[in-house]
Every structure is written in C-alpha cells, then in structure tokens.
C-alpha cells in the first residue's frame, strides 16, 4: 500500500518541574537550598530517510509524542531530558500545519457534546489553501524540528540571593509545542512520464530501468506513483518517475492521475508517452494536446516545463504514418519506441543522459 499524503497530530514533551530542596547531612543541619532544575521536554522532530518511500507508517500512528523532561532532585541534581520522537519520512515530504482555529471548527462540527482534547486528530477540509507550509525537506539527512520541547523549571537553588538565603521558589518547566500537521510527499525525480491510461508507460520504465510496474493490457493498471533508476555506463543516473494515467479532467480530480500529479512536479522534464498507433480508437494528436492542457490547468508551471514526446506502440498498424502526420502538426521530433522492442530504447537514454545529466 502506497500512502503519500497523511495528518499526524504532534506533540513536543514539557518541560520538568524544578525542585525544592534545602541541605540537611549531618554535620549541615541548616544547609542553603540545593533544588535541582527540571529536565527539558523531548521534541519532535522530522528527519529525511532514504531508506523510506512512503508515509503508511503514520496512516496507522497519526499520534507522535515526545517524553517529557523529568523532576530536577535534591543535591542540585538536574532532571534527565524527555527523549525526542524521531518522524522518517522519505525525501521530497513537504510538512504543513493545520491552523489552530480550523481544528478547533472541526472539533466543534463533529459533536460539541463529546469532550475532546488538543490531542484528538480531527477530520478538517481538504482545502490546501488553509495550510501553513513550514518545511520542505528534499535531501537525506535533512532535521527540522516539528514541535520544540518545554524548558525545564528552575529549582530553588537558583533563587538564593544575599537577601534570601532560603528561598522556596521554584519554576514548573514550559509546556512543550503541539500542534496538528499534513504529511504530503513529491517525490524527486529527473523525468516524469506523463499518458493516458494504456499509453505504455509502465512497459516503458521497465525498459528503461529495473523496475518491475505491473504491465496488463487494460487501462489503469498503474495505481500508483513508480520511480526507476537508469542506470549508465560511467555509473551516472536518471530517476525517471511514472503516475497513473490522465483522461480528460484530470485537473478536476477526474480519474487517479490527479491524486499523483504532485509527484512530477519536483521533475526537470516530463515525457509525454503517445500511443502513436491510436488502439484505443483516440487520434494522437488529440491525447498529446490534452495532456498539454490537462498538466497546464494542474499547474501552470509545469505546463511550461521543457518536454519530450515519446511515440509508442510504433510496432503496430497506422503507428509510421500517424506519426508523419503528428511530428508535422506539433512541429517537433518524436523519439520513437516499439513496446518490448529494442527499438528507441538507447536512443531515449542518451536523450535523458544528454538533457538532464549534461553529457
């Protein structure tokens, strides 16, 4: 199960209370106060794994809590920091937050008879526009901490003074950052493959990497996001990421593509793959045009991002003579590719190697 999207309420740990403690050994009856300060609460915080693809782990733990800090002691003994909750997520997350008044809307719409609390995770609207982007974490290794921990109390040690030599103060430690957020990932590739359902694009990574989609002849066969890597001779790379297939009013949310679009917008090209044959009954010209407007409408953007056309299905009838009749109308060269066939395959690599790697 693919999981790119998920909400998460975090929650940073508070911090401990300062002690308060006066001396008393036996040659120091009367000693001055000793009191510890309290421990700092635990943060939450987001690192970027390679290791991880996706965000299933919090579909099913959307509550991620941090420790808080521990008591400070007598003896002037400080209380042990609350541990962090560490969140992997793999690279290409973008963290937004959810604005306290929405949740507090959500909570009140859902039943003002059952009490709730800031830790509830609570169904707010789908609408991006009343989220706060905080972070976008694109390289491995990358921190951003989501929800910073209290700091710890001051325990009575620190309040002696010339004038108070036995003073009873102390400090409870700060309550720890919270809030409720949106997990979302794009994921990071060179190239995106963009078609209409059957196109062929599946067929085609699997030519062009070692990934392994899974290939039927019927549309929708790719449910969700693929990246594979191409690999070259002097050991350089292409990430080429493959979607589910656009139809017509995809930018609506029509079909399965538009809940994947987000995942060619980080690409430096997309390749458009025309099924130049016409076996699904829809002339070519036609698919190419409306995949034009359909990543235009999407984003304007990446409608203006530089392109490659990708003839396929040249191996069967109509496909050499469509393609005249496409390349004259588009005005531009199409690189042509015949299904499992060798044919255009190391063509379309030194393409990618040239255009995005340079060389």
């Known amino acids: 199960m693919f999981v790119d999207r998920v909400r998460i309420v975090a929650r940073a740990g508070n911090g401990g209370p300062g002690a308060c403690s006066f001396l008393r050994e036996k040659n120091m009856p009367d000693g001055g106060p000793d009191g510890g300060n309290g421990g700092?609460?635990?943060?939450?915080?987001?690192?970027?794994?390679?290791?991880?693809?996706?965000?299933?782990?919090?579909?099913?733990?959307?509550?991620?809590?941090?420790?808080?800090?521990?008591?400070?002691?007598?003896?002037?003994?400080?209380?042990?920091?609350?541990?962090?909750?560490?969140?992997?997520?793999?690279?290409?997350?973008?963290v937004s937050r959810i604005p306290e008044e929405i949740v507090q809307e959500a909570q009140t719409q859902i039943d003002p008879e059952v009490p709730r609390t800031p830790n509830d995770l609570v169904p707010v609207p789908e609408d991006p526009a009343v989220l706060e982007p905080v972070a976008d974490l694109v390289k491995p290794g990358d921190k951003f901490v989501l929800c910073a921990g209290g700091r710890g109390g001051r325990g009575n040690m620190n309040f002696k003074s010339s004038t108070n030599q036995a003073p009873k103060r102390y400090e409870n430690g700060e309550e720890g950052e919270r809030g409720q957020f949106q997990l979302e990932l794009k994921s990071i590739a060179d190239a995106g493959l963009v078609g209409y359902p059957n196109a062929g694009k599946s067929t085609l990574l699997s030519r062009l990497s070692h990934a392994h989609p899974k290939i039927a002849p019927y549309p929708f066969t790719t449910l969700e996001p693929?990246?594979?890597?191409?690999?070259?001779?002097?050991?350089?790379?292409?990430?080429?990421?493959?979607?589910?297939?656009?139809?017509?009013?995809?930018?609506?949310?029509?079909?399965?593509?538009?809940?994947?679009?987000?995942?060619?917008?980080?690409?430096?090209?997309?390749?458009?793959?025309?099924?130049?044959?016409?076996?699904?009954?829809?002339?070519?010209?036609?698919?190419?045009?409306q995949?034009?407007?359909?990543?235009?409408?999407?984003?304007?953007?990446?409608?203006?991002?530089?392109?490659?056309?990708?003839?396929?299905?040249?191996?069967?009838?109509?496909?050499?003579?469509?393609?005249?009749?496409?390349?004259?109308?588009?005005?531009?060269?199409?690189?042509?590719?015949?299904?499992?066939?060798?044919?255009?395959?190391?063509?379309?690599?030194?393409?990618?190697?040239?255009?995005?790697?340079?060389?």
């Open 40 to 94: 700092r609460g635990g943060s939450v915080v987001i690192v970027v794994d390679p290791h991880v693809n996706n965000l299933i782990k919090y579909r099913y733990s959307p509550h991620q809590f941090a420790k808080n800090g521990q008591n400070g002691g007598k003896k002037q003994m400080s209380g042990k920091s609350g541990a962090d909750c560490i969140i992997s997520v793999p690279p290409g997350t973008v």
């Open 226 to 289: 693929m990246i594979g890597v191409v690999e070259y001779p002097d050991f350089s790379r292409v990430q080429v990421a493959d979607i589910p297939g656009l139809i017509e009013g995809a930018h609506e949310g029509i079909g399965l593509g538009y809940e994947f679009l987000r995942h060619i917008e980080r690409c430096k090209m997309l390749l458009f793959v025309i099924d130049m044959a016409g076996s699904e009954g829809r002339d070519p010209r036609d698919d190419f045009a």
């Open 291 to 359: 995949l034009r407007k359909e990543i235009s409408l999407y984003q304007k953007e990446l409608g203006e991002r530089p392109y490659q056309i990708i003839a396929n299905k040249m191996d069967l009838p109509e496909a050499a003579e469509n393609l005249k009749k496409f390349e004259k109308k588009v005005r531009r060269k199409a690189i042509p590719i015949a299904g499992d066939l060798p044919e255009g395959v190391e063509e379309l690599k030194a393409f990618l190697k040239k255009e995005l790697l340079g060389s």
